[in-house]
């Protein structure tokens, strides 16, 4: 009887122990498992705000281009109408140049 009691320590010790190393390592296969997931969400968050930037900046560049052509415009549209404002006086502003250079010269003979 006493043989049987001690074998049934034994294999009541054997089975916990055996429980325990299974615990063990079913507790770092969880471990692992959350670690993995976890620099599975950091890649993702990293991807998704690499794509989040390219995407901003795809639409800063195409405000600025926007800008830069609304800008071009209205330059060459200025320019235009200072070359037609300036084409409207060139005749006046000639005729005013020479008679002062006529004046000047009745000046100085």
């Not at 006493?2 to 390592?25: N, P, R």
């Not at 770092?28 to 390219?54: F, G, I, W």
């Not at 071009?72 to 200025?78: I, M």
Request: no cysteine; hydrophobic share 40%; proline share 0%.
């Amino acid at each position: 009887m006493k043989a049987e009691v001690l074998q049934k320590i034994k294999q009541t010790e054997s089975e916990y122990e055996k429980m325990i190393s299974e615990a063990i390592a079913e507790s770092r296969r969880a471990s692992a498992n959350a670690e993995l997931e976890a620099d599975n969400l950091v890649m993702k968050a990293t991807h998704d705000a690499e794509e989040y930037k390219k995407s901003k900046m795809a639409e800063v560049r195409e405000i600025a281009a926007r800008k830069r052509e609304e800008i071009l415009k209205e330059g060459v549209a200025r320019a235009a109408e200072l070359r037609q404002r300036g084409s409207r006086n060139l005749e006046k502003a000639a005729l005013l140049l020479v008679s002062r250079f006529k004046e000047q010269l009745h000046v100085h003979s």
